[in-house]
Structures are given as structure tokens and as C-alpha cells.
């Protein structure tokens, strides 16, 4: 899919960055890091999903309709 080329650079920024560091704690055996690093990431994950909602409605909308 292209949706990550379509987005705010903001948001693919972020995340890659933050799976790149998770990966870095869980290389160094890091699990405490890494466990307080996936929490923050999985609450981004919540408001950039609501964010990117109310930018980009049509992204979502096709979904929508399919579970209508």
C-alpha cells in the first residue's frame, strides 16, 4: 500500500524511529526500555489513528463503509 507515502512524514517519522529504538532495546537486552518505549508507542498509535482521522477522512471511509 502507498498510505505511508501518503502520510504526514510527522507520523512515519516517528514510528519508524520508535520501532528502530525498540529493536535497539530488545538487541541489548534492554526489556524494561523496551516494555516503557511499546507503551508510549501503542498510545501515539491511538491519537495519530484519531489525528489522521480527522485530516484524512477518506482513508478511512472505505473501511467504514465496508463495516456498515
Do not use: W
Not at 8 to 28: F, N, S
Not at 42 to 51: A, C, F, P, V
Amino acid at each position: 500500500s502507498d498510505l505511508l507515502v501518503d502520510l504526514d512524514d510527522y507520523y512515519t517519522q516517528r514510528t519508524v524511529g520508535t520501532h528502530e529504538q525498540m529493536v535497539r532495546y530488545l538487541q541489548k537486552g534492554n526489556k524494561e526500555a523496551y516494555r516503557e518505549l511499546l507503551g508510549k508507542h501503542l498510545g501515539y498509535i491511538i491519537q495519530d489513528t484519531e489525528d489522521l482521522r480527522r485530516k484524512n477522512p477518506d482513508i478511512f471511509k472505505e473501511r467504514q463503509e465496508e463495516n456498515d
